[in-house]
């Protein structure tokens, strides 16, 4: 969406049923949600990292993230509706 010297913005859509491609997020990041639903992340060997359906307390999407980054992995929207996340990369 947008990227200059000091930041990258990205807008992802993962639409229901769908994974995204092995991936990374190197740079520090804050997120925003604006829609959500249950997902798993699994790491580059294909082990589960996060499945929000089995959480408890019972997962609720935050409307802002922060990451200092993450490792190689995958993210399969396992509920009903899309995530929608836009991101804004800090770049040092």
Same mark, same amino acid.
């Given at each position: 969406?947008?990227?200059?010297?000091?930041?990258?913005?990205? $807008?992802?859509? *993962? =639409?229901? !049923? $769908?994974?995204?491609?092995?991936?990374?997020?190197?740079?520090?990041?804050?997120? *925003?949600? @604006? @829609? !959500?639903?249950?997902? *798993?992340?699994?790491? #580059? &060997?294909?082990?589960?990292?996060?499945?929000?359906?089995?959480?408890? +307390?019972?997962? #609720?999407?935050? +409307?802002?993230?922060?990451?200092? /980054?993450? +490792?190689?992995?995958? %993210?399969?929207?396992? /509920?009903? &509706?899309? %995530? =929608?996340? =836009?991101?804004?990369? %800090?770049?040092?």
């Amino acid at each position: 969406m947008f990227e200059n010297d000091y930041v990258r913005v990205l $807008d992802t859509v *993962i =639409r229901a !049923g $769908d994974t995204t491609p092995l991936h990374t997020h190197l740079a520090k990041h804050v997120m *925003i949600v @604006s @829609s !959500g639903s249950h997902f *798993i992340r699994r790491d #580059v &060997d294909g082990t589960v990292l996060v499945d929000t359906r089995a959480m408890d +307390p019972p997962f #609720v999407v935050p +409307p802002l993230l922060w990451s200092d /980054g993450t +490792p190689a992995h995958t %993210l399969e929207n396992t /509920g009903v &509706d899309e %995530l =929608r996340i =836009r991101a804004i990369e %800090l770049k040092d």
